[in-house]
Nanobody, 127 residues
Framework: QVQLVESGGGSVQAGGSLRLSCAAY????????MGWFRQAPGKEREGVSA????????YYADFVKGRFTISQDSAKNTLYLQMNSLKPEDTAMYYC????????????????????WGQGTQVTVSS
């Protein structure tokens, strides 16, 4: 059974940094999507960043390009999201997600592409 466990959320002031971690358990696929999503109160869940391991590519939503960096430690089965220059509008619950993919579908940042989700970690950025 696949289990994803996020950590690293917290409260920071605007301009600060946080590093989120997502530990994956029971996940043995060699080609898959793994990504970060977020959902603010009253808003839909949106894709932030993701990795497609089949091609070794990383993808970012426009609103985080240049500020957030996704990375993966395959030996530890852990996904990271380094978030710098945080803004109040980055405040949301951040979720880790994963799913097997034999080829790139072109929509890696769409939530419905993923079957496995973590419980979320809250990020709050104050002005």
């Amino acid at each position: 059974q696949v289990q994803l466990v996020e950590s690293g959320g917290g409260s920071v002031q605007a301009g600060g940094s946080l590093r989120l971690s997502c530990a994956a358990y029971g996940y043995t696929y060699s080609s898959y999507y793994m990504g970060w999503f977020r959902q603010a109160p009253g808003k839909e869940r949106e894709g932030v960043s993701a990795i497609y391991t089949g091609a070794g590519r990383k993808y970012y939503a426009d609103f985080v390009k240049g500020r957030f960096t996704i990375s993966q430690d395959s030996a530890k089965n852990t996904l990271y999201l380094q978030m710098n220059s945080l803004k109040p509008e980055d405040t949301a619950m951040y979720y880790c997600a994963a799913d097997f993919r034999s080829k790139y579908s072109g929509v890696i940042l769409r939530p419905d592409e993923y079957r496995y989700w973590g419980q979320g970690t809250q990020v709050t950025v104050s002005s």
